[in-house]
């Protein structure tokens, strides 16, 4: 009986391992991915959250000239300790609109924090007719978007090279870059050192805004994390004790048989 | 039956009315005789009918929440990702959930093929079986279309480009399937009407499956029917008990996919809107069709299983055609294998060919999730082969061939020794 569980698991690991070596080859660059240690990955793990305050604003001052987060909204940052005051006030600075008012007139007005972040460019046609053509992407669910997506995301935006290496005609208006496709990105380096200046005063080096940036958007991408994690704990810890439980029922039950 | 519990006036009169109490104990409880000696690969019945019950409650509450337009359903999944109170939990469960449900589904469909279950009187158990993995594969490859990502779109044109490969009519039959020219909002439409229908037929298809299983009751590991009272103990409670033990574990495995790798089975390119004007680099269907995905694209023009048959149709028509046939070949199982013999205990030849079989499958699952490259097409095309080797010149070879080991007289005779 032990012998047909514990095979039972085995098979069931292969039949995962084998959707794990069977993750589909994807077009890479030029270099293998170098893995971060992320303050979220871990069964316990959480954003960091001066990171992510950190994170906020370089989206802020740098991507959102080009990048949309169309899905999160103003008032989701208080779910990661911003006041509802400083929410307001943030939310104030952009404007949407609205409308139509009572004489039919669309009008724009401050956005509260019920709105979502507000897009950099009116459509589609807008940001490419900014970009040399080129679409910077929604970055709301980039992380998930792309495997491994975090570290992806850190490499790419450490990753440039200044001169394309020999023997490689970049295009008018790529740069070089060993993370991305194809390693042309309509991209320009969008992050060096002291892009940004921390308001919590952190030294602003390029891989410390990269990362993050990229906590900002992990936590963009899968704002319930957090919340998940801390009610798996206590489901699996249910779930075992009660398959305990039932264990020693079954087999107090079937003591006769045996 | 727990005789005080029937004896409540309630009770009587309920049952005197509507004999529901005694139907239960004869479906379930001390009322249905079991052979005594299943082991835990008769466990995955009963988890794959859980599995089945969690998907249409967790799909159900799903679609309160979902829009099946191509504008809004891709915001509308990630509404319920964000703004419906555990949103989140009822996605990713419904999400691994279809995983696990075909995880059970072939565990159970193998454990058949081992020990003999299939073989008579069990035919229609088995038949009803193969029909609730075809309705299943059917509403997985719907639902996955629904929440619109890249793969949901590609993967939807490209099976349902397959069509277009019947002579004639096929490209008339592909724009009626669409109800358009390309996968597009009508197509979205209908996919999530069938998404929401078939669960019921394969909730119809459970009930014939476990009627017909009720007549000759199960079989066994070792493959010979319960005869004397000894062979058998009630279902209640040695079973139900059974039961709850396997559906904890399998809800740890479950709830650990959920909580702690959620998109462990998922793509990354399904997080991108559908687009039809950009085509993923490799688009590949969700693992439980991979094996299927494997032998459609080994028919080649230049493939030997195709060359016989290359006058008569095109590759891509005779791999469409292959693909089908491979599940659609498991409804004649009972009749190809000729051995009377069920479990594989007593059939040493058969039980080397079953494992090599299922090393097969594992190896088309592999190369299904493969670019079409190189040393991977080879590879696919040998394992598609020997998929159909085995099942239609193997198994009955092997049955007419093969010298069984003796079989014990009773299962009490063979377990209380
Ligand atoms: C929704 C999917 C399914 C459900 C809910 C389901 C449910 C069950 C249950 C509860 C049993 C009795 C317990 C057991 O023997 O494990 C059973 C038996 C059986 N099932 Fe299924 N099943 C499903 C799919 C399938 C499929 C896809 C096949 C094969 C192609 C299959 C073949 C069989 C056979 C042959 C038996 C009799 C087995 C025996 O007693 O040895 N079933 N099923």
Wanted: charged content about 15%; aromatic content about 16%; overall charge negative.
């Amino acid at each position: 009986m032990k012998k047909t569980l514990l095979s039972a698991f085995a098979g069931l690991a292969m039949v995962l391992g084998i959707s794990l070596i069977g993750a589909p080859a994807q077009a890479e660059g030029d270099t293998a991915l170098p893995y971060q240690d992320w303050s979220w990955s871990g069964p316990f793990g959480t954003f960091e959250r001066a990171a992510l305050r950190r994170g906020l604003q370089v989206y802020s001052e740098v991507c959102s000239g080009c990048h949309s987060v169309k899905l999160v909204a103003y008032r989701n940052l208080m779910d990661i300790g911003f006041a509802e005051d400083e929410v307001k006030t943030f939310a104030a600075e952009f404007e949407v609109e609205d409308g139509p008012d009572a004489d039919g007139e669309m009008f724009t007005r401050p956005a509260v924090p019920a709105d979502r972040f507000v897009q950099p460019f009116a459509n589609e046609n807008a940001a490419r007719a900014s970009n040399n053509g080129a679409l910077p992407p929604d970055l709301s669910l980039m992380t998930k978007a792309r495997k491994n997506g975090a570290d992806y995301v850190y490499a790419l935006l450490t990753g440039y090279e200044e001169e394309a290496p020999e023997g490689i005609d970049l295009l008018e208006g790529m740069s070089y870059n060993h993370y991305f496709p194809g390693n042309q990105i309509a991209m320009a380096p969008p992050i060096d050192d002291d892009a940004v200046e921390y308001a919590d005063g952190t030294e602003a080096s390029k891989e410390q805004i990269a990362r993050d940036v990229v906590t900002f958007l992990a936590w963009a991408a899968e704002p319930e994390l957090e919340e998940r994690k801390r009610l798996g704990i206590k489901v699996l810890i249910f779930l075992l004790v009660l398959t305990g439980l039932l264990y020693a029922l079954k087999r107090k039950i079937w003591a006769d048989l045996h | 039956m727990a005789s005080k519990f029937m004896e409540n006036p309630v009770i009587k009169w309920v049952e005197y009315r509507l004999p529901i109490f005694s139907f239960i104990d004869h479906s379930v409880g001390s009322g249905y005789p079991t052979p005594r000696n299943l082991n835990y690969w008769w466990n995955f019945g009963s988890l794959a009918g859980v599995a089945l019950v969690i998907m249409i409650a967790s799909g159900i509450v799903l679609a309160m929440s979902y829009t099946a337009h191509v504008d809004y359903a891709f915001e509308s999944v990630e509404r319920i990702m964000r703004d419906v109170n555990y949103g989140w939990l009822i996605r990713y469960i419904h999400m691994n959930g279809g995983s696990m449900f075909f995880i059970v589904v072939y565990i159970h469909l193998f454990r058949g093929m081992y020990y003999g279950s299939y073989k008579a009187p069990r035919e229609i158990v088995w038949i009803m079986g193969v029909l609730i993995l075809l309705a299943m594969m059917a509403t997985a490859f719907m639902g996955y279309v629904l929440p619109w990502g890249q793969m949901s779109f590609w993967g939807a044109t490209v099976i349902t480009n397959l069509f277009s490969a019947i002579p004639l009519v096929g490209d008339a039959i592909v724009t009626w399937l669409w109800g358009g020219f390309s996968v597009d909002n009508p197509t979205l439409n209908r996919f999530y009407a069938f998404h929401y229908l078939l669960p019921f037929v394969i909730f119809a298809l459970v009930f014939i499956h476990l009627w017909a299983l009720h007549v000759h009751r199960s079989n066994n590991p070792l493959g010979v029917e319960a005869k004397a009272p000894e062979d058998s103990i009630p279902f209640h409670p040695y079973y139900t008990m059974k039961d709850l033990f396997g559906m904890g574990v399998f809800m740890i495995i479950f709830m650990g996919f959920v909580f702690y790798a959620p998109n462990f089975f998922g793509e990354p390119d399904n997080y991108i809107k559908a687009n039809p004007l950009v085509t993923p680099p490799h688009i590949v269907p969700e693992w439980y069709f991979l094996p299927f995905y494997a032998i459609l694209r080994a028919f080649t023009a230049d493939f030997f299983m195709y060359w016989p048959i290359s006058w008569l149709m095109s590759a891509k028509l005779a791999g469409v055609i292959a693909m089908f046939a491979s599940i659609l070949l498991l409804l004649v199982l009972p009749w190809l294998d000729r051995s009377k013999v069920r479990s594989a205990k007593f059939r040493p030849i058969y039980k080397q060919f079953f494992w090599i079989f299922f090393l097969d499958c594992l190896v088309l699952g592999y190369i299904g999730a493969k670019p079409a490259e190189g040393s991977f097409i080879i590879i696919g095309q040998l394992a598609t082969f020997y998929y159909f080797f085995h099942l239609i010149i193997l198994i009955p070879l092997i049955g007419i061939l093969e010298r069984p080991r003796p079989i014990p007289e009773s299962i009490s005779a063979a377990v209380t020794k």
